[in-house]
Nanobody, 124 residues
């Protein structure tokens, strides 16, 4: 059974940092492409960042480029999202997702398993 469990969310002030973690289990490989998405109230779930099987292959949404960093530790079956210089508009539930196909995707439909999400709230 595949499980993705996000952690690290919370309430912070604008300009602060947070690091989200996504621990996954049950995947046949520890190096599948992984992604982070987020969903604010009343809005569609949107792409944030993705990483290929190596840390050298990453993609970011324009809105977070330069502020967020996605990384992975395959030995720990964990993917991270370091979020710096947080803004109120970053407030959302953040979801981790696993893709069981080669290559990175920025599309929700490109992912096969999802976590339950972790809330990030940034106050102004």
């Amino acid at each position: 059974q595949v499980q993705l469990v996000e952690s690290g969310g919370g309430l912070v002030q604008a300009g602060d940092s947070l690091r989200l973690s996504c621990a996954h289990s049950g995947l046949t490989s520890s190096s599948y492409p992984m992604g982070w998405f987020r969903q604010a109230p009343g809005q569609e779930r949107e792409f944030v960042a993705a990483i290929g099987w190596t840390a050298g292959s990453t993609v970011y949404a324009d809105s977070v480029k330069g502020r967020f960093t996605i990384s992975r530790d395959n030995a720990k079956n964990t993917v991270y999202l370091q979020m710096n210089t947080l803004k109120p508009e970053d407030t959302a539930v953040y979801y981790c997702a696993a893709r069981l196909r080669p290559g990175i995707s920025t599309n929700r439909a490109g992912y096969d398993y999802w976590g339950q999400g972790t809330q990030v709230t940034v106050s102004s």
